[in-house]
Nanobody, 128 residues
Framework: QVQLVESGGGLVQAGGSLRLSCAAS????????MGWFRQAPGKEREFVTA????????YYADSVKGRFTVSRDNAKNTVALQMNNLKPEDTAVYFC?????????????????????WGQGTQVTVSS
């Protein structure tokens, strides 16, 4: 079992930055692909970004490309999401997720049903 806990959410003005962190326990994250998703009020949860087991590959939703950066530190069992130039439409609860992977996997998981473990989420609110 992998337990995930997100932190770093908060209230920020448009154009500002936040850095989310996802801390894992129970298993080492080096065997897991990681993803970030978000869910705005009244909307379905949507994919934000994914990162491979060693951080060598990343993939971003078009809506955040060039503004958000995902990274991981397997030694610390953490994954981070640096969010810059935030917009009001980025307001949502942000979730990190994990799925066991092989080092030879080519495609990164982008659908929420591909992930096995989820954190409880952290609220990000961007004011205009």
């Amino acid at each position: 079992q992998v337990q995930l806990v997100e932190s770093g959410g908060g209230l920020v003005q448009a154009g500002g930055s936040l850095r989310l962190s996802c801390a894992a326990s129970g298993r080492t994250l080096s065997n897991y692909a990681m993803g970030w998703f978000r869910q705005a009020p009244g909307k379905e949860r949507e994919f934000v970004t994914a990162i491979s087991w060693n951080g060598g590959r990343t993939y971003y939703a078009d809506s955040v490309k060039g503004r958000f950066t995902v990274s991981r530190d397997n030694a610390k069992n953490t994954v981070a999401l640096q969010m810059n130039n935030l917009k009001p439409e980025d307001t949502a609860v942000y979730f990190c997720a994990a799925v066991w992977t092989t080092i030879t996997a080519i495609l990164l998981p982008v659908n929420e049903n591909q992930y096995d473990y989820w954190g409880q989420g952290t609220q990000v609110t961007v004011s205009s």
